[in-house]
């Protein structure tokens, strides 16, 4: 394991919650690797009628506490080292709040950017039938993650129920409504997000009222996250995403922000002043909201 | 990949056959991957009471022609990269001889000469356990490899019959003749080389008899390949292995060598001239057998 | 398909529906036409020793919303058009109370009160056989229908849970309190009827007290709709069985013919004016409870 | 059941056996109707991206002796009365065998000339899953007919293989040899016409050297059956196909005749006199075989 | 069936209850015998190396009101006869209570004074092994008994799970909370007779302050009544263990007698005045608790 | 275990056996006590419309050589003992001829010559459910014994092929010729016998021509060892059953015999001098045949 990988980092946090709790040492050897990771070669046929081979990840970290749990993610940077980290990770998560699951993390090597919604109905069922000797609603259940939605959760339920022969919702969490979803797990995160920061403010005994948030990262999570804050008397006064960052002292409008983000998939196209992305993080505010990719700050 | 990696060399012989048979790309994009490769995570608790945690794998490179085989190994430097390579190899093997098999293989991280019995035993038995998901006799059938023998078959099919409730001789290969195993097994492979050889020089027209041989790795396949050899009237006249290299320009006396061999489990305790093990590879001899580990002549 | 069988009408139905709502037609068309249906030969041995086949079908029309549900029905007039068309029905139903299942319905052509019980067991448990390939908690659930009672599902359950070696409660429903049939089932059909009259008068502002109704087929469904309609106040005039057609302007005392049908198993039996049973469809009366065979109105 | 369908005709072929050998009514009563018949929709996407729902069948006449076996038939005429017949047909034929199969047929309506090969496939695959409750090797194994090729079986293997994780080549017969089909499958009709036809000549004391041959449907069975018999001495004069029928009284070139069919799919496109095709089965002939579509003869 | 065996009891007050209801004797006879009874041979290796062959017991009395439910006890007495009395008498108090389930009871011939915590282990593992095949959520589900406990039952789920391959928790009631397990589950039984004898004390229209109390059997059941009845105005004067009996007209101090035997595991550890324990039937009281093995009262 | 039951006798051979060999230890205490015994109930309903409650047996007394194997007994004498000593033999019996199976034993307590066929039909059936938890081609596989024939076999073959839903000949062994029985195996233990007998007087260097025989049990072994040694020329001078015993100094005629037993039942309605039946043990013979129960010299 090289010295500055994700992984590695999950270890370095594990030995260092370990040391303070004092765990027997025998039970941090258990923890300290991941249970199983399975590598797929995934081939599909593109639309242009040719083969191509991605690789998929599946790393089950450990079951102690009941069946695995944790998101699929698409993204050209994915690696066994990332989806090891993320599923570590949401073992301890599932762990501190006394979940009856484990942790998980999947991912496929490709820009789903770059792929039609045909190859990736195709990608999603073939990554589905590869992984699918570990995967159960005893046994793991997929989630979604970066670049994949409720439709790619639909795909992997309907793969998974063909193979059994029968409608099996309990395979995947964050499917549509319409097969069995739950409600309000769209804007969950943000929700969660907004919740714990108003609950830190009261115990920190300031006030949230015209508090100033900075979101790096407006999409789902962020953006309702802003939204809720936003709701509760905070002032959202910078957003970002790939294209760029907006910001307003006196707060962004954010459900105008939403909605110009549901149309073009960018915040830089709704009018108002913008910096550099990376200046985001140097904003001077009460809240930063970090809800882009992991280990943004050092 | 790193590109002097075995995997990525199994790739490229893969390459330069596929150019010569005209390879349909399509079919090539398939074959240049391992089909999925699992890595687990083994704890079992050692005679002195602590826990430790191997690393093993199981990779099975293409199931096109049936269920995949291939052997486990137990050496300090098996990694994935290995597996990888050694279960395309077996893929090729099973193919070029039509037999309804894809190949596989499988590995463990750890000394096995440091190892109680008891400890091997309890590791098998646990690396059986966590590539269960992927392994039956319709999937995937494991066999003895270096540091691995029949015990350690038995192990593994005492396992997966466990698991099952009933008795599964075919769930792997070289397992005890007691339990199913095949007669002649041991023998095989270096039978095998012997009879190739033997057919070698009569397609080339040369004699066999007092033919000069020599033998890296004088263990159970260059054993038997030096006795079946020297029946058939050839001469071996060097024979190595880890520690060191007996010579013997008339001939080593082979059964007393193997005899030597079994009980002290080295050839240098045989009586007779050594030179150093590496000289081997350069001496005058017909015919040179590499029966060692892999990838040793450049 | 004939023109003027009832699956033909089920279509019709379907079609009328999807332009109205300007259904998708690739949807359409794969609503149009049953899923599946199973017909199977159930020879079972009489009490007269000899054997006598039967024939049986089990349709599964839909099953994108979860596991099939849907009655099984014994009657000489069984057919699989009856059942093809039944079960679509089933699936509507279902769907537009976004009920988490699918539509289905089974029969077998036969004329049970020409059959002892045990004969009847005997057919059930051989019918439940037959189908077993397609049954299950999670694929499909049969229900009573006309001439199968609880009992029927009793037969059905033990043969499904003798199959799988355990008490399988959810294989059915409708069945037997004491073997965790759900309380009230017996009487909720009846009683949804008459809640849906009852909310209908609220919705149209009319008054239920003192409003005529007309009960065709006065069995467990009309016979307790009728039941619940007179204690919420409203005057049941007239009542047909296949023995024949009960009036009574000042309404009949509902409680004392249940009574009556209970121990004859016919209206008629019951004091009071008759009239050709064919005549009820003419009453002119503020409700009509059509609770015998489907497609009776024209 | 029609009078004049197929089933029904096989019925009565039973019913005439049955009072020859005194079989006992109890039996009959079971042989006389098909054990179970699945009918299932199939949605495919066709290449233009709609969907299209064939109808397809799935008649297991009678398992007595064993899994039953039988072919798939793609044809616009396909229906379940011919299915049902076809299946039963094949249960006589495995029993007087004494072979451990018992009969069964499936079948698709679709007219596979108008289907591209991707189509084809995707309705194979999708016509195996749906029949996939009652398809196994110890239960039911499906084999080529009309319109379906060792390619057809290779697409269905591989779907059911897919379905239990691995390889299964024992659930369809006439598969592809390279996935492990028997070796002289294709000619193995025609050369049992061929032989039959020689041991009847025998058994008659008559002279095969000679004999005159007509040949109704010259393809897969028709050909390779002229092919052994001409090779036996007799001689073929007439064979047709759907395009036509050609004559030579001195005897046909069937070597070239086969090849020319190979290359063009029809028999007129070689040289020679043509005859209207009704015409062959009224040829002055010693020999007529008819080897088309059943039912030929009245 | 001896005369005075348990199981003769059990059956004779069956009979008694059959008279008293009118039971219906097709019923009683198959309600008069255990349903299934497996004895499997247990071959540990003790931790000194050696073999020693246990032997084990499983009785499931009957399962038609749901799976059979029952503890497993480790007691040198244990008997076939035992486990089938205790199995009939489970299915009694599950069927008068109208639960789900069915009776069942297990055992070991064993000391489990005079085995290690891991022979305890290997004892248990190998127990679930053995009796597998008829154990399940759905079929028999275990519960700690006589010296067993939460420990015990951790060790059967998680024998069961690594079968499955998933973690089980149905599988055993009585499990650590931290596995699952019920919390209040460890002091129920010693509540549920609290409160029965406060209610049997309500019903007498008696005082239930100041009555006097003996518990034979001072263990988990035992020392929960008494701390529970005690802190409901009772007042405890005797109370004996294995080691003896503890006597005090004035009330034994529960939460001290309590703590004294989870520290030293008897109860003559703690000061007062001691009788033998024999004695303690013969106690002047108002209510005798007799929580020590069945059988006590003649 | 009492000291005289045939199971205390099975393991006292084996103590000896153990001795002889110089078994080790460990190995000998798993081999003196039966892996696992179920006891089951089996309710069936008589042709008087009762029920009644049989008691039956399956012992699985070791299977470290394969799945066990053994028959099914029906006799009032059936008992725990004797199934448990007769899979003890088969053990012994399989590991002796070195083949691939463990031994087993059943039986059901009954007097199977007062229950109709039906009867037995049904009892059979509810027996094969009854231990069908532990049976299997892999696990355990049935197979005729005294009382039971191959109609038994073909009874439990079709109750577990209807279970698993596929006909599974390989359940049993035994089994009628139509439904896939060896040829042969009627007569197969009768040749044995007379194979045997013939070797060892050659090993003697004895003649067999002219030898005197009896034999005890003239039935299916008895009559058929009789036959073959007959046909070598022996002479068998006398043959008893249950009914009584014949004999003839000059040689019985044996397939005179054999006639009058298939059509009669019994050897005593044959012509010819007649004996008490316990007598036949003490004839002067040169072979004593015993091949009525076992146990019956002293």
Same mark, same amino acid.
């Given at each position: ?93 599932? *762990?501190? !709040?006394? @979940?009856?699951?484990? %942790? $998980? ?5 490709? +820009? ?112 309702? *996250?802003? !939204?809720? @804050?936003?709701?509760? %008397? $905070? ?5 970002? +995403? ?57």
């Amino acid at each position: 394991m090289i010295d500055d990988s994700l992984a590695r980092k999950a270890q370095k946090q594990l030995y260092k919650a370990a040391r303070e709790i004092k765990l027997d040492t025998n039970i941090l050897k258990i923890l300290e690797n991941p249970m199983r990771t399975l590598k797929v070669s995934i081939p599909i046929k593109l639309d242009n009628g040719k083969i191509k081979v991605f690789t998929g990840f599946r790393c089950q970290y450990n079951n102690a506490k009941g069946p695995t749990k944790g998101g699929v993610r698409y993204h050209p940077d994915v690696s066994e080292d990332e989806v090891v980290a993320l599923a570590a990770w949401m073992t301890w998560k599932c *762990a501190l !709040l006394d @979940l009856p699951y484990g %942790g $998980a993390k999947g991912g496929i090597i490709c +820009d789903p950017t770059k792929l039609s919604e045909t190859e990736l109905e195709r990608l999603t069922r073939r990554y589905t039938t590869e992984i699918m000797p570990i995967l159960g609603p005893h046994i793991d259940i997929p989630a979604p993650d970066v670049y994949t939605t409720s439709k790619t959760m639909a795909w992997i339920m309907d793969t998974f129920s063909m193979f059994k022969g029968y409608t099996e919702p309990s395979i995947v969490t964050g499917k549509p409504e319409i097969l069995g979803g739950s409600k309000g797990r769209k804007e969950a995160t943000g929700r969660g997000l907004a919740i714990i920061t108003r609950e830190f403010f009261k115990a920190q005994k300031k006030k949230l009222k015209g508090a100033k948030i900075a979101v790096q990262g407006f999409g789902n999570v962020g953006g309702h *996250a802003a !939204l809720f @804050l936003s709701q509760m %008397g $905070a002032t959202v006064v910078a957003a970002s +995403d790939v294209s760029g960052c907006l910001v307003n002292p006196d707060g962004l409008d954010i459900p105008e922000l939403m909605e110009c983000v549901e149309k073009h998939a960018c915040v830089i196209k709704h009018p108002g002043k913008q910096i550099d992305k990376e200046e985001l993080l140097f904003q001077d505010v009460d809240i930063l909201i970090p809800a882009a990719l992991e280990d943004q700050i050092h």
